[in-house]
């Protein structure tokens, strides 16, 4: 790669760009399109890495490469999301852990209509609805819909507290 006149190898850019962290590789990536082509498969897949995971890396990649996923894409993540849910205790009660599926909703809100869903998590499809009616035109708006809502308990506010990884 030129870089101002400067040969670099890709050897050399490979082991810069493994030395960053997570929102440095991006900033990275988008350097020119050598890096970006380079790169971005290899950051958008991260995404599958992060479901039912790691909440924050899995909202700063789905929200930054938002617009760069197919349906299928997001259908993968969609089962991911279901499949492998977490519980969290609230009020001593468990709840779903939804914010995974709270933002691939708010990506796309049809995006569960086709999918099949099993007798065990038959639930999950009232509160996916629920989820999407509270979807609105920005974030602000939706999470404050949410709010409202009895049944989802675990994406209020109200429990900001105790879930030091929630974001809104």
Sequence with gaps: MDLHNTFLNEELIDNIFLKLKDR????????????????????????????NSDYRRYYYYINIYKYNFTINELDKICDMCIRGIGKIFIINNYYYD????????????????????????????IIINNIRQCISFNRYETINNINNQTILI??????????TSLIY
């Design 24 to 51: 440095e590789q991006v900033l990275f990536s988008h350097i020119n399109t050598y890096t970006y082509n380079r790169y971005v498969g290899d950051l958008k897949y991260r995404v599958y890495k992060y479901v």
């Design 98 to 125: 939804l914010r995974y599926i709270f933002e691939i909703i708010n990506i796309n809100k049809n995006i569960f209509n086709d999918y099949k869903f099993t007798n065990e998590i038959m639930d999950l499809r």
């Design 154 to 163: 675990p994406l209020r506010n109200l429990n900001n507290s105790s879930r």
